[in-house]
């Protein structure tokens, strides 16, 4: 079939700010305006693999394309959630921390075997994400990239994940100075959303221990007047126990879940601690999914205190989820995994499924909007998730542990970077006259 031109005369279109906004998305039905007219675009729309009806046109991902970062092998390592951030001369840079199973036994034989303690690779890019190389390696087991006063850091827990420490480069990441130990412990703090204001930085974490009721979460800041590489700078809360998600929740009994991969956000002045939530019933995981944890965070007389709050609806919360605040349009925009909920070779359950990455945006930061598929994967043993997303302009970018060929949809063999030209055009406008 030909589709035909479009006047744009009758198509409405807002010149002012609203042109973050594209209305009726439905509506337009996979229409892009082009030099004046809609023309549809056959991109949006692909043929079905499965099914019943030949008739079905499937919309694409808002992101199909992608660039590999880093690849491997090796079907028993595995990479944590990878960071990203764009250096001022206009390099990129994306950290990729490997572990194995190994570490289950008291020690990650083949990560140290391949890496020594230097787990963490730091790859730059020079034309926009295309290609990748090498530039450093750290002695990191996760963590993100924090710049601040021309300067770069490296924030995150140590190897095997004991302790939180930071890091600093003089020179765009070629070399870094010896880490810096913040909090002693047992300490996951995967690349997820924080907040800074007033010149303090805040982020929270998960206190890594074996039992799932005694995994817990703790919030840090850091006064970023004074220097962040002097441990006086940073203060830290109350460590917060999850206190089990209530057997109504979901069908048949569970283990009450746990907590993991915590982000910070702030609205209307307050800050909030924003917690996965993984509940299990024996070898199955996520079996009560969209669930988060929703924490409070105040301050008194410099004293950070953190406290349960509520459970609340979170689409994607049964796995990895990442929030970022978005001034120029008032938004949050969120990236996580929806699960279809019928899989059935997803390593540990259909509630472990992560094919589909999935963008969302609020107002609030708890209450989402769907702006589309980003990624999706056709087999139930791959996946794109643990995406650290930023904000170039008009685009966003994110990176994705991303399991290709892996051994299963957890087990990761690549990280990619994707980028979504003009991200905002897939909201509507949700600020009432």
Not at 292 to 303: F, H, P, R, T, V
Request: hydrophobic residues 35%; neutral net charge; aromatic residues 12%.
């Amino acid at each position: 079939m030909r589709h035909q031109p479009i006047p744009i005369s009758n198509v409405f279109i807002m010149k002012d700010i609203s042109r973050f906004w594209r209305f009726g998305r439905s509506v337009f039905f996979g229409l892009l305006i082009v030099q004046g007219t809609c023309r549809a675009n056959t991109n949006a729309f692909a043929r079905p693999t499965a099914g019943n009806s030949d008739d079905i046109l499937w919309r694409k991902p808002l992101s199909s394309d992608f660039s590999t970062v880093y690849s491997w092998e090796n079907r028993k390592l595995i990479s944590d959630a990878p960071a990203l951030t764009i250096l001022p001369n206009g390099e990129m840079l994306c950290s990729v921390q490997f572990w194995s199973r190994d570490v289950y036994s008291g020690f990650d034989t083949l990560a140290d075997s391949l890496f020594g303690s230097d787990r963490c690779i730091i790859l730059v890019s020079r034309d926009n994400g295309s290609t990748w190389e090498e530039r450093s390696r750290i002695p990191y087991q996760t963590g993100k990239f924090l710049q601040h006063r021309s300067r770069l850091y490296f924030i995150g827990s140590g190897i095997d994940w004991q302790g939180l420490y930071i890091t600093r480069s003089e020179d765009e990441g070629k070399s870094w100075s010896k880490p810096v130990l913040l909090r002693e412990g047992s300490v996951y703090a995967a690349s997820t959303g924080w907040v800074i204001r007033d010149n303090i930085l805040y982020w929270a974490a998960d206190d890594k221990k074996s039992g799932v009721q005694e995994r817990a979460v703790f919030a840090f800041a850091c006064d970023l007047d004074r220097d962040p590489l002097d441990p006086d700078s940073w203060r830290f809360s109350n460590i917060e126990h999850h206190p089990g998600l209530p057997q109504s929740f979901g069908r048949g009994s569970h283990n009450g879940g746990k907590w993991l991969e915590p982000n910070v956000v702030e609205f209307q002045g307050k800050l909030l601690v924003l917690v996965r939530v993984r509940v299990s019933q024996n070898q199955i995981d996520g079996v009560v999914p969209n669930v988060a944890a929703i924490c409070d965070l105040s301050e008194n007389e410099g004293q950070l205190d953190l406290e349960f709050s509520h459970y609340y609806p979170f689409p994607g919360a049964q796995n990895h989820f990442h929030i970022l605040s978005d001034k120029a349009s008032g938004l949050f925009w969120m990236t996580s995994n929806q699960v279809t909920g019928v899989a059935k070779h997803s390593y540990r359950g259909w509630g472990k499924e992560r094919r589909f990455l999935m963008l969302h945006y609020s107002r609030d930061a708890q209450n989402w909007f769907p702006a589309g598929v980003l990624a999706a994967w056709p087999k139930e043993t791959q996946a794109f998730n643990y995406c650290s997303p930023l904000i170039e302009g008009e685009d966003l970018l994110f990176v994705s542990r991303t399991a290709q060929n892996a051994l299963n949809q957890h087990d990761n063999d690549k990280i990619t970077f994707h980028r979504l030209p003009d991200f905002r055009r897939s909201a509507v406008n949700l600020f009432a006259e």
